[in-house]
């Protein structure tokens, strides 16, 4: 499983307060503190209340790659904010994110090629939400054929269906599992799988265990990649424990440290 | 339309242990045996690196063997009565790069000899010859506890590689090894779940991962050769999707396992001979890294095999 930290953002507010106040201690702990607990990989968003986000997001990445060689995932709906990013980042990037709307399809892949990055799609278009598998595999198929025509590889796309809040879109969980599997029939090689974790606790009294259960029914479904709170020492077991039982690590009676020794 | 190989790339790589110590680095060797590295699976040269080849170490006791059988003693003739003869004549006459020493005479029931005699005999033995040494204990845990605590401090800076370490009894051995410099045997019984979880509780006392190797625990041909090359091939295609607590040499004791097998004892001479030939060849495709092997013969053999596997093609 790749691992996305994701709490280097700025609606967090002692992320915000840091970005504002360009202290470097706060970004640098909360990066290695993320790592230390397991992520592969860190992302970077400047947050709402950023108001320039083109120079806060490659300080942030300038900041964040002084204490870690670890791939940075530069989180904005914005290309240009992503460029201003990509320019300084000397650590392995993953663009976040496209989605299936031509006219970002045709800045962000070539970005992407050209900067030799990986690349997150987000099924999801300007005409809105996807309300279910269908329209998602549709948008899906989209993004990859796209990439295959820009000659972007497939195996470098992570495509994410849209984690909905299970208290706003409870029909959907299942369409939503189901597709984490079908996009990874769409084309060989296969495009991976992603999702933006937290969402689909959002609003729920009970966060963390939504959370961990959602991770580990998409994990059986084939899940390649979470954005998730790695500070979260259950959600990890869980994730650790659905990958064991998957037989994608040798068992040991210190499975869960094992595994972070990796 | 000419086919194309699928070629498979790996993210991870297995260790690097290096045995012996020489002069520049504090110990007395004349060279070093490295072993390890490996970028990919055995001898799939186009797939990645494949930097040291495996490697053969001669077998001796502290006391003459009882139970070899004769055809395995015949080579070294009376030298097998005498273990500093025995050893040099292993590096002179039959060119081992490398020796790998038990001390069963420390084993209440052959001799019980003290740890004090057997760190005279370690340093002795250090004087005789100048290449790497692998050290063994007698298998009774309790014993070894006392005498290779002892020998490791005995062979203080030549890196040795000291075993076994078992997953009930590994703290004392850990301890002396990181004390003084050694590299450690790792023994699981032909169970990958035990090798990583014993990899872990050792690093996990301080010796790094790197200076571990693996003992798989082996058997010869027809006795469970093939458990253990599963074993191995298992926890070779874990190491190099990126699992450094399984991503170790391996040490396969080949000799006594070969001549073990009644097949060795009976028929012809040269039937105990190939059937070391025959397990260790197995075993280097299946990964091993180091063969401890009995029979000078079978040894050259296996360095001939080894030799061919290498030539670039």
């Known amino acids: 499983m790749f691992i996305i930290g994701e709490l280097i953002n700025g609606m967090y507010n002692n992320i915000g307060k840091a970005i504002k106040e360009h202290d470097k201690a706060v970004i640098q702990k909360c990066a290695q503190d993320q790592i230390n607990a397991g992520a592969d990989c860190l992302d970077v968003n400047c947050g709402p209340a950023s108001k320039q986000p083109v120079s806060d997001l490659p300080w942030l990445v300038e900041v964040i790659q002084e204490v870690t060689d670890k791939p940075l995932s530069l989180d904005s709906s914005k290309p240009q904010v992503i460029e201003a990013g990509l320019k300084v980042a000397k650590n392995k990037v993953v663009i976040n994110s496209v989605t299936a709307d031509p006219e970002k399809l045709a800045v962000l892949v070539p970005l992407a090629k050209k900067y030799n990055t990986k690349l997150i799609g987000l099924t999801i278009s300007a005409k809105g939400i996807p309300q279910n598998k269908d329209q998602r595999l549709e948008l899906a198929a989209t993004i990859v054929a796209h990439c295959a025509d820009a000659g972007f590889p497939v195996e470098d796309l992570y495509l994410d269906p849209i984690v909905l809040p299970v208290n706003v879109a409870q029909a959907q969980m299942k369409d939503i599992l189901e597709s984490i599997h079908e996009f990874k029939i769409i084309s060989d090689p296969s495009p991976k799988t992603i999702v933006g974790l937290s969402n689909v606790s959002q609003g729920t009294k009970a966060r963390n265990l939504v959370n961990r259960i959602f991770l580990t029914m998409a994990i059986a479904q084939g899940l390649d990649a979470a954005i998730l709170d790695p500070l979260d020492n259950d959600l990890m077991d869980a994730l650790i424990t659905s990958e064991l039982i998957l037989n994608k690590n040798i068992y040991c009676d210190s499975f869960l440290s094992a595994y972070r020794k990796k | ?313």
């Open chain 2, 1 to 313: 339309m000419a086919a194309e190989l699928m070629r498979e790339t790996w993210s991870g790589e297995v260790s690097v242990v290096t045995i012996g110590a020489a002069k520049s680095e504090g110990g007395t060797r004349s060279a070093m045996v490295k072993i390890g590295g490996q970028k990919t699976l055995p001898f799939l040269f186009a797939e990645g690196a494949i930097p040291h080849k495996p490697v053969i170490a001669l077998e001796i006791w502290d006391i003459a063997p009882l139970d070899w059988p004769e055809e395995s003693t015949k080579p070294y003739g009376q030298s097998i009565k005498d273990p500093l003869a025995w050893a040099q004549m292993c590096v002179k006459e039959f060119k081992a790069q490398l020796l790998c020493v038990r001390l069963q005479g420390a084993h209440p029931d052959f001799g019980n000899k003290s740890a004090q005699q057997e760190a005279e005999f370690i340093k002795a033995l250090l004087k005789k010859v100048d290449v790497p040494l692998i050290i063994k204990g007698c298998g009774d845990d309790e014993k070894d506890n006392q005498v290779l605590a002892v020998c490791a401090e005995a062979a203080k800076g030549e890196r040795c590689l000291i075993g076994s370490a078992v997953q009930d009894n590994y703290k004392t051995l850990v301890a002396a090894v990181l004390a003084d410099g050694h590299n450690i045997i790792a023994e699981s019984p032909i169970d990958i779940n035990i090798a990583k979880q014993l990899n872990i509780l050792i690093s996990d006392m301080g010796l790094p991962l790197e200076r571990i190797v693996i003992d798989p625990t082996i058997g010869a041909l027809g006795y469970g050769l093939e458990y253990a090359y599963s074993i191995m091939e298992r926890a070779r295609l874990a190491a190099l999707s990126g699992d450094k607590t399984v991503a170790s040499p391996f040490i396969c004791f080949i000799g006594q396992e070969a001549w073990r097998a009644k097949e060795a004892k009976v028929g012809s001479a040269d039937q105990g001979i190939m059937w070391e030939v025959v397990t260790a060849c197995a075993l280097i495709q299946a990964g091993g890294d180091i063969l401890v092997m009995r029979h000078p013969k079978a040894v050259e053999k296996v360095n001939k095999y080894i030799e061919e596997l290498f030539i670039p093609r």
